[in-house]
């Protein structure tokens, strides 16, 4: 099971407000897990915004020695464009 750590909150002036924080409660712990290959190794998931944070993949890379991090996420058609692409690549 995963609880989102970053819960996204946002009020364009002029576009749209969405709250996460107004429904859910933000996990305190980082969710992998272990393939069970020598080829992938560990996992690290977190939940679309958490992407934004470097350092959530620092820590899942470094203490918990992931091989490959997972964001599933839905991005919405205002900021989402700006960033998932080069979040993406910069992870």
Known sequence: KHRKVHL???DVKGGITFKESDT???GDTMSV??????????VGVGICYDIRFPEYALLLTQKYACN??????????TTGPAHWELLQRAR
Do not use: C, H, V, W
């Open 24 to 26: 859910l409660t933000a």
């Open 33 to 42: 897990f272990d393939t069970g290959s020598d080829l992938f190794g560990m």
């Open 8 to 10: 996204f909150d946002i």
């Open 68 to 77: 490959i991090l997972i964001y599933p996420g839905a991005f919405n058609l």
